[in-house]
């Protein structure tokens, strides 16, 4: 397909996707003789917004070799057991999303096939009862995990709730210090070869040309190689997610630093509070059809918690993604590969998933077009599961007292949220996928706090006799509650943990 071996990367774009790409490459491909250059222009600057992310992002810097309490002291991180959404099933409703599965690890039975059973002959507490990261949430409690894999507050994932933008930084040293090559300007044209029309090099605004082999477009929103010059196409999901407009405005913290982020539905939209370790991230999105800029803006200010330490900053996107990620020998990888709202903290994930693939399919020989095949179809597939997920919050629902909650209402789905949403009602069976960031028990935390209650559950678990069932749950509720009581506070133990971790940008690497 292009029968020159990839000599020169050139990555345009300089934001978390940028660095998280620059970073990653020169790392993994150390030994292959590969020059990789990183454009960026301080004057167009980078979408400024981003500070929620998942479990994973620990994988990704641990592949670099990151110290973790580094990271944390350089990016103003606190530690994230999960995400709590308020008024989404209906006003006053509240549920958390953690991040591990409920109960313990049992290669019998389906945790919540058991608490289903139990729920539905006689009753029992909620399921949140027993999930350790839901309850250390709840009382701003947190630990890393510890003890024996079968123990109760051994086996939960976290994240982290941070400054992207000095995470850009930390990168940018840590792709500096490994050979890439930093260039400052505006890119203003492209050029492309006239028969394979691959993209051949880009022209700077001081006048300078940069060629490479291959190209990752990490240029934002608007896609200037993946879009502007190679015309790829957009899928716009307006249809389904119609936000498209947010404000985003940082405050002082009051009270504990809380563990979890906090997605509060509004009546056009839904509201963020994010704490880091020196202030509070907010935000809201909403769809512009169904509330005016200016009562946006009044929605997010009035119900800051604390006092403003920024001026707002609106955005404005269109959710959807590309028709091609991978596109003759331009990658998009970031804003410019797609966008979905940030309910679920999917954004930074899928630059994550863009960069694994890329490395994992990268041709250390030619571009094959089967590589390029399937990068798109596994890209396709997490965008679109991404999708469907964010799209239960918005359906399973009992609102309808504004326009955009009624609107919901009388939408088709996709097939495949029909389907998923169906398996669960019938027997509560999650239908797992291959690809896709979000396992059975994240599904599971959406469904039950949205107030969708499977009719039955699975009968093969009847085998376990009664007295059995009452002991096995009544046991792990019981540990779940007396660990988070002996935990830490969540600002205490951070506090703790950071005590002796090294203070700069400067990349301090683990050590074997
Ligand atoms: C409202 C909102 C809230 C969000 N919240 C979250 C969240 O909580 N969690 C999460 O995971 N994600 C979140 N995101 C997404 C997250 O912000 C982005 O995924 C992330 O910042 C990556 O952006 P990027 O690097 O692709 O683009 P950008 O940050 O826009 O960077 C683009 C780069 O390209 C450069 N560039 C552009 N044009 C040119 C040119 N002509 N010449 C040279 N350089 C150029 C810019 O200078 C910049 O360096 C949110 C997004 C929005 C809009």
């Known amino acids: ?80 057991l999960g995400i709590e959404f308020c008024d989404w099933g209906k006003l006053g409703d509240r549920y958390i999303h953690p991040f591990g599965d409920y109960g313990l690890p049992n290669p019998d039975y389906e945790f919540h096939q058991l608490w289903l059973r139990q729920k539905m002959n006689g009753g029992a507490p909620r399921l949140d009862a027993y999930s350790y990261p839901i309850i250390a949430a709840e009382n701003a409690k947190f630990h890393l995990p510890e ?68 190209f990752v477009d990490c240029s934002g929103f608007r896609g200037l190689l993946i879009e502007l010059a190679l015309e790829t196409g957009y899928e716009d999901w307006s249809n389904w997610l119609p936000c498209n407009r947010a404000f985003a405005v940082q405050s002082e913290t009051k009270g504990d630093i809380l563990p979890y982020t906090r997605a509060t539905a509004r009546k056009a939209g839904w509201q963020w509070r994010i704490p880091l370790q020196h202030r509070t991230g907010n935000g809201h999105v909403y769809c512009s059809d169904f509330i005016s ?27 959807g993604r590309r028709n091609a990620f991978w596109n003759k020998n331009v990658v ?42 399937e990068y798109n179809e596994r890209m396709t597939l997490n965008f679109d599961r991404v999708r469907d997920f964010l799209l239960l919050h918005y359906v399973a629902t009992q609102r309808d007292d504004s326009e955009m909650w009624r609107h919901f209402r009388s939408m088709k789905l996709p097939d495949s949220l029909t389907e998923k949403m169906d398996a669960w009602l019938k027997r509560g069976y999650v239908i797992p996928y291959e690809h896709g960031v979000f396992l059975p028990p994240s599904w599971i ?9 499977p009719s039955s559950y699975d009968k093969r678990i009847d085998r376990l006799p009664d007295a059995d069932l009452d002991n096995m749950l009544s046991s792990i509720k019981n540990r779940t509650s007396m660990k988070v009581k002996e935990a830490p506070l969540h600002s205490t133990y951070l506090s703790d943990y950071l005590q002796d971790a090294p203070n700069s940008l400067s990349v301090s690497r683990m050590s074997n």
């Open 1 to 80: 397909m292009f029968s020159k071996p990839i000599k020169h990367i050139c990555i345009l774009g300089g934001g978390t996707a940028g660095w998280m790409t620059a970073a990653a490459l020169s790392s993994k491909f150390s030994n292959l003789d590969i020059h990789i250059t990183l454009i960026e222009s301080e004057q167009i600057g980078t979408v400024g917004v981003g500070e929620a992310t998942l479990p994973h992002i620990r994988f990704f810097n641990q592949s670099l070799g990151l110290d973790e309490k580094h990271v944390i002291n350089a990016t103003k991180a606190t530690f994230k």
């Open 147 to 214: 003890g024996d894999a079968n123990e109760i507050g051994a086996n939960f994932g976290y994240a982290y709730q941070f400054d992207s933008s000095l995470y850009a930084k930390l990168l940018r040293t840590y792709s500096e210090d490994n050979g890439v090559q930093r260039v400052e300007g505006k890119v203003v044209d492209t050029s492309m070869d006239s028969e394979s029309g691959y993209v051949t090099d880009v022209r700077l605004e001081s006048g300078a040309t940069i060629a490479a082999d291959m």
């Open 293 to 319: 800029d200016e009562d946006a803006l009044d929605q997010l200010v009035s119900t800051l918690e604390g006092d403003a330490i920024t001026e707002p900053k609106q955005l404005f996107f269109k959710t």
């Open 332 to 373: 998009a990888i970031g804003l410019s590969a797609g966008f979905l709202e940030p309910l679920e903290s999917t954004s930074i994930h899928l630059i994550q998933e863009g960069i694994t693939n890329l490395i994992d399919l990268f041709p250390t020989d030619e571009i094959n077009h089967d590589d390029v095949t």
């Open 445 to 453: 935390a959406v469904m039950l706090g949205q107030n969708l209650v």
